[in-house]
């Protein structure tokens, strides 16, 4: 299968083979399922060894998936997938195997569903806990328009700690048409999951026996002539021990929605009975199915997280092929756990991703001060707050994109509150292969625009060290912006210590200043060299601060500078570019600014360099800009 052509497994043509658009499964035998699964879960293993992706989840959802598209038709009928690691299958099952090759690349396959890419995703998808939401829509649109189509949302056990989700079961309730959400239950998020509902799940997990005994039940009371229905309602509403013996899922049931199951998510038999059933429920009904991450892979099973979302790697040995440098993840990582000795009052929040933002040996050392709230960064936001009241220093270690979730509560429990609660935020900038939901291209304007806010980003990884340090001893909210991947270890002979609101001069001259921010130090860095090489002595600033920026460095380059160039790898759009702008514009309207930044637009997934080199944010596209300027 290495070559993606159409293969046979010892003689036999591939079942896989056959499936060539949407609906193509309802010709396959369904006594030929169990091979098809394994034909699939092997080209899955095949395919993102060589690409990378989201493994583990996708190899969990096969049996599921094949399920429900025995069940459904496509387009017609509606799949939404919350977050969609676990598409996959889906897309193969559509018409999209071939798409594979170029998995998460420039102009390829995307890793999650997209509406552009096929009529068969129903919604475009890469944040948790929004399925309901989605699906509820539907479902109320088909109703509005006396349509027929089912509707289906998948939602994972971890994305069901999203309040979000809460919010549309609350509303489902309420329908008296069907709508179908299943819960794929693998008892773990990217990492193990926790809280309240998981411990709930866990508990009915064992029940299995109890989904029939409830569905024989519930049938039989149907069929007593007159009094059948009224009979259903009855011990549907009663809180004896006979509910408790029926209903497994009163959680649900209590809310107004008709629980099914568990049932094993990879008997495909069964799921396909129970969604069935489902079908036939007027109203909401839930199907609670259990899977098991990484299932036929053993390195993907005994190691969930890492192939969550992997990068190429070996298939005999799971192991990865490519060896990187520290990432800035793992500085952070170390920073954390050194001030968690030095610090007593330092405790670490993780919004279900203590593996993803590096706070693992935080929690490994002081499991007291750890603190996994799942998926949840609104709660994170104000759980950090109260923290902070108490008397704490929380460092809420999240994604740039994540974050954004939780906006409100950073502007009116935190920031309003002047509470020194610390944003690591992991992530920022442009992320690469997982595309338009989870770059964070938006962080330095929606964080700058609120009062109270201190807000920096490191140029390297000996900087990243210093500004959380310098965090934890600030006072007020405080955020450290850092991006994904390899920590850019240039310019080390420049650590000048951390001021606040000071950026850092690394070269003076006159005429044109670089003020670059974070991760643009790095390519500020090739433009002051070219120019240096061509005889400019231009002054090259690492700005540090977005917020406060250092107004009395403007104030001085002012005086013998025409020509200011900012650098950000952040939306042009309120972002730290447009406020240095505005400043030279009120206060040196003599100068001007030329704002290297993303423009008005979702970046799409593919390589970030090459990202950059299209958007204009590389060393070359800069230096035309200057020299379109000098012209």
């Avoid at 002539?225 to 408790?244: C, M, N, W």
């Amino acid at each position: 299968m290495g070559t993606g052509e159409p293969q046979e497994i010892e003689g036999i043509p591939m079942i896989l083979e056959k499936l060539r658009q949407a609906n193509d499964l309802h010709k396959i035998p369904l006594s030929e399922f169990p091979t098809l699964a394994e034909e699939i879960r092997q080209f899955l293993i095949e395919s993102v060894s060589r690409t990378g992706g989201h493994l583990a989840s996708n190899l969990g959802a096969v049996e599921l998936t094949l399920a429900l598209h025995n069940v459904l038709e496509f387009p017609e009928d509606k799949l939404i997938w919350d977050v969609g690691h676990q598409a996959y299958t889906h897309k193969i099952l559509t018409g999209r195997k071939e798409g594979f090759a170029k998995l998460r690349q420039d102009g390829g396959l995307s890793g999650f569903p997209k509406r552009k890419e096929s009529d068969c995703d129903a919604f475009d998808t890469g944040h948790s806990s929004n399925s309901i939401s989605a699906g509820l829509g539907y479902v109320r649109a088909r109703d509005l328009q006396k349509k027929s189509y089912r509707v289906v949302s998948v939602i994972g056990d971890g994305a069901l700690t999203g309040g979000m989700a809460y919010e549309a079961l609350n509303n489902a309730a309420e329908l008296k048409t069907n709508f179908i959400i299943v819960l794929n239950d693998n008892s773990m998020s990217i990492s193990k999951n926790v809280g309240g509902i998981s411990s709930y799940l866990s508990a009915i997990r064992t029940a299995q026996s109890y989904t029939g005994l409830k569905l024989n039940v519930t049938n039989s009371l149907k069929k007593i002539p007159h009094v059948g229905e009224q009979l259903v309602d009855a011990v549907r509403k009663t809180k004896t021990s006979i509910k408790q013996l029926i209903i497994p899922g009163m959680f649900f049931e209590d809310m107004g929605i008709t629980y099914l199951g568990p049932v094993d998510g990879h008997d495909m038999l069964q799921m396909m009975k129970l969604f069935n059933e489902a079908k036939r429920v007027q109203g909401p009904v839930l199907v609670h199915v259990v899977t098991e991450k990484g299932r036929g892979y053993a390195p993907a099973v005994r190691h969930p997280a890492r192939f969550h979302g992997t990068g190429a790697f070996d298939v005999a040995t799971g192991l990865p092929l490519k060896k990187s440098k520290p990432t800035y993840t793992d500085i952070f990582s170390t920073v954390m756990r050194k001030m968690g000795d030095r610090e007593p009052d330092v405790v670490a929040i993780t919004a279900a991703m203590p593996t993803g933002t590096g706070l693992k040996r935080f929690a490994n050392m002081f499991p007291d001060r750890f603190f996994d709230v799942g998926i949840a960064e609104e709660h994170g936001v104000t759980f950090a707050a109260g923290l902070a009241l108490g008397g704490m220093i929380p460092v809420f270690a999240v994604y740039s994109s994540f974050l954004q979730r939780g906006i409100d509560q950073v502007l009116h429990d935190v920031c309003m509150q002047e509470l020194h609660v610390v944003f690591a935020i992991d992530r920022a900038g442009l992320v690469g292969s997982d595309g338009e939901t989870h770059n964070g291209c938006f962080d330095l304007s929606y964080l700058s625009m609120i009062p109270n806010m201190t807000l920096m980003a490191p140029k390297n990884l000996w900087e990243l060290s210093d500004m959380m340090k310098f965090a934890i001893h600030e006072k007020g909210p405080v955020a450290v912006r850092y991006p994904r991947g390899e920590a850019y270890d240039g310019l080390k002979e420049f650590r000048a210590p951390i001021v606040r609101g000071k950026g850092e001069v690394i070269a003076r001259g006159r005429r044109i200043a670089l003020l670059a921010v974070g991760s643009m130090v790095k390519t500020g860095e090739r433009v002051w060299k070219t120019l240096r090489d061509r005889g400019e002595e231009v002054t090259f600033v690492n700005m540090r601060f977005v917020k406060p920026f250092d107004t009395e460095l403007l104030d001085e380059l002012a005086q013998d500078h025409s020509l200011f160039v900012t650098m950000e790898e952040n939306v042009q759009s309120g972002g730290f570019g447009e406020h240095v702008a505005a400043y030279m514009q009120k206060h040196h309207p003599g100068t001007t600014v030329e704002i290297v930044a993303i423009g008005d637009c979702f970046v799409e997934q593919g390589d970030v360099e090459n990202w950059k080199k299209k958007l204009g944010l590389d060393a070359e596209s800069v230096l035309n800009r200057i020299e379109e300027w000098e012209q």
